[in-house]
């Protein structure tokens, strides 16, 4: 298992910011991955408007995962009308 880190945009007018990050949660476990720490930074405008909206909710997940089910996990983001945008970084070893 290798080390990641995702920030992940939500869509600013959720009802339940907390029920959507541990979805994200959920899919990262269901693929075999183990959650390392989980941090919201709250709401913040954008520069610019991503899909017509100009503020978004900021989530930070640190997990480790196979490197072959990245891919997967881009995919289910991607497929989820709350998430914006995602952004998922393989950590250094050391």
Request: proline residues 2%.
């Given at each position: 298992?290798?080390?990641?880190?995702?920030?992940?945009?939500?869509?600013?007018?959720?009802?339940?910011?907390?029920?959507?990050?541990?979805?994200?949660?959920?899919?990262?476990?269901?693929?075999?991955?183990?959650?390392?720490?989980?941090?919201?930074?709250?709401?913040?405008?954008?520069?610019y408007p991503i899909q017509k909206q100009?503020?978004?909710?900021?989530?930070?997940?640190?997990?480790?995962?196979?490197?072959?089910?990245?891919?997967?996990?881009?995919?289910?983001?991607?497929?989820?009308?709350?998430?914006?945008?995602?952004?998922?970084?393989?950590?250094?070893?050391?």
């Amino acid at each position: 298992m290798r080390l990641y880190e995702m920030v992940t945009i939500f869509q600013a007018d959720l009802e339940d910011h907390k029920a959507a990050v541990e979805e994200i949660e959920g899919v990262v476990r269901n693929l075999g991955g183990e959650i390392e720490k989980s941090s919201s930074w709250g709401k913040r405008r954008f520069a610019y408007p991503i899909q017509k909206q100009t503020d978004g909710f900021y989530a930070v997940l640190s997990f480790s995962l196979e490197p072959s089910q990245v891919s997967e996990l881009e995919r289910l983001l991607k497929l989820k009308t709350q998430v914006l945008r995602h952004l998922v970084i393989a950590l250094d070893e050391a």
